[in-house]
């Protein structure tokens, strides 16, 4: 008990160590980019790390109205990752003076099961309406951008804006409202009343650990947890405009999922458009022309930057 015990501290302080190490690179990185940062932005009236946004503000800004902001949510199957991970595309954002950007921390599977992880992220949105005078940012202008779990999750948001029982009670903010005017959707689980993999035959895979983690069980088993988790169980009229970004060889999340999505957004008049990746596995996202395409749909709904985004599919490296 005690070599465990000595095993799980060892282990936590050396995240801790990792953590520091990774902040310290953003804090110099962002010095670099004339790109003022401040971490550690409790959002949800405690002190958890998870409940915590990263805020980049340009230190030079190309026009004194308040910025649009771009929320990047980080993926790692609701179990791994951290904001932090998304602190080079946020100076990348910020350093054009043209947006501020925000990277939002969630509590893992390992520490809450679902709904505690949209219920994390919606006060982070309501958080940064809160603080919109005070940093001079555009309340109606907050655009959200996450890959795999973290496009779950942005998902999630272009579609709950209206749904009540998701909305929580974290924070002092509830007053805000948690809607998101964009979605960049990069290879996230649209529905979990299907499975996210299929073995070579067609079958559904429905053993997953990670969806398991987040619902509390096997999908099969908690169908009312499995459809209430689905960013296209609530898709409606008056959802934000979505890109969808997915390889269509996705091993670890079906491209099913993104058609799923898209023909949904589509069918209730919704702006929605898919760039398939041809033959691209799950990190086939990270394509360069994915970040320049998600940009120009952020600027063309944010900052009313007239252009004709190309849907055409993109062939993996």
């Known amino acids: 008990m005690k070599s465990a015990l000595l095993v799980l501290l060892l282990v936590s302080a050396a995240v801790g160590q990792d953590l520091n ?8 990185a962002a010095e670099k980019s004339a790109v003022e940062l401040r971490l550690d932005q409790a959002y949800a009236g405690n002190e958890n790390p998870k409940q915590m946004v990263d805020v980049y503000l340009p230190k030079k800004r190309n026009s004194e109205k308040p910025l649009p902001v771009i929320a990047l949510i980080h993926g790692g199957g609701w179990v791994n990752g951290d904001r ?17 950007a925000v990277t939002v921390g969630y509590r ?17 949105i309501r958080w940064i309406r809160a603080h919109a005078k005070e940093l001079n940012l555009d309340p109606d202008k907050i655009a959200v951008w996450g890959s795999s779990a973290g496009g779950h999750l942005s998902s999630l948001l272009g579609t709950s804006g209206d749904v009540k029982e998701l909305e929580g009670d974290l924070g002092p903010n509830t007053s805000f409202s948690s809607r998101v005017q964009c979605v960049v959707n990069l290879c996230g689980p649209e529905d979990f009343t299907q499975a996210l993999m299929f073995d070579k035959e067609g079958k559904p895979i429905w053993k997953d650990d990670a969806v398991s983690g987040l619902l509390g069980g096997n999908a099969r088993e908690k169908p009312a947890e499995a459809k209430a988790a689905s960013p296209v169980t609530y898709v409606s009229k008056d959802d934000p405009p979505f890109i969808t970004f997915q390889g269509t060889k996705d091993q670890r999340v079906a491209f099913l999922h993104a058609e799923t999505i898209h023909a949904a957004l589509q069918q209730a008049g919704i702006i929605s458009l898919l760039v398939p990746i041809t033959d691209g596995g799950h990190s086939s996202v990270s394509h360069p022309e994915v970040k320049v395409r998600g940009q120009q749909f952020t600027d063309k709904v944010l900052r009313s930057i007239e252009s004709t985004i190309d849907t055409s599919p993109l062939q993996a490296p």
């Open 21 to 28: 190490a990774q902040k310290q690179k953003a804090r110099e």
């Open 84 to 100: 932090l991970g998304y602190a080079a595309q946020a100076i990348q954002l910020a350093r054009t003076g043209d947006y501020a």
């Open 108 to 124: 893992l599977t390992k520490e809450a099961h679902w709904p505690a992880q949209v219920h994390d992220c919606k006060a982070a």
